[in-house]
């Protein structure tokens, strides 16, 4: 199962309220983390606010096509390292 979210909305202070495709929810604070490049742009409220949900990607996206990867906001989120069974499997004889 990949775990994808369905609901973002911002919060202040640079935090993300997030429903996850497996019904858990949880909120992720940015403000602390080290954003480069164009992730820097999230610093902005006015377009942090815009954040929405695309739901091809099952990820929350702003304007530009800026994204953040779903499985490592479910684990912020939730305290918890990535899902696992949402990762590929390698066989060491392949």
């Known amino acids: 199962m990949v775990v994808e979210v ?3 909305r911002p919060l202040e202070g640079l935090r993300l309220w997030l429903r996850f495709s497996d019904g858990k929810e949880g909120v992720v604070a940015l ?3 080290e954003l480069p490049g164009l992730l820097s742009r ?5 377009f942090f606010a815009q954040v929405r949900v ?3 990607l099952g990820a929350p996206v702003w304007p530009g096509g800026l994204d953040l990867d779903p499985l ?3 684990a912020r989120a939730l305290g ?3 899902p696992l069974q949402a990762l590929p499997q390698v066989n060491p004889s392949d």
């Open 6 to 8: 369905v609901e973002a």
């Open 80 to 82: 918890a390292g990535l």
């Open 72 to 74: 490592v906001l479910y």
């Open 54 to 56: 695309d739901p091809e």
């Open 42 to 46: 999230l610093r902005d409220p006015d």
């Open 31 to 33: 403000e602390a983390l």
